[in-house]
């Protein structure tokens, strides 16, 4: 009975997860590339991938915070916490962890970038690895 109470607990966090995820106003990728060329950029960009993920491969000025160590780096994003975030990972999935927990944690200004990075290297959009 506990096992039943326990999956059932998860799926609906899950649910409620991607929920929350959905609700976050989408920026395309144009969108983005022209924010951050843009001589006022304000934008945060996060990438929660895993760290091998993002030296493999990641936008230009992404900050990396893999989506399971988002809440113990809260700290890390507390500066920019009324700032515009755009948060991206490889399909989106952990973006959306990661949007629910910055929106419980007081962060209003999340979008999803369309796509995530399986649409950025679709796209054929430039990438920064490191090596």
Known sequence: MFRVIKILA????LFT??????EAPQISQ?????????????IVLLDVRTEAEYNAGHVAGAINISHDTIEENLAQLAQHKNS????YCRSGRRTAIAIDV???NGFSNLQHLTGD?????????PVVSVK
């Open 10 to 13: 998860l799926t609906l966090s």
């Open 117 to 125: 990075m399986n649409g950025w290297l679709e796209a054929k959009l």
């Open 30 to 42: 144009q969108s983005l590339l022209a924010a951050l060329n843009s001589p006022q950029n304000s």
């Open 102 to 104: 910055l929106a419980k």
């Open 17 to 22: 997860t991607a929920v929350l995820a959905s």
């Open 84 to 87: 515009n975030i755009v948060i």
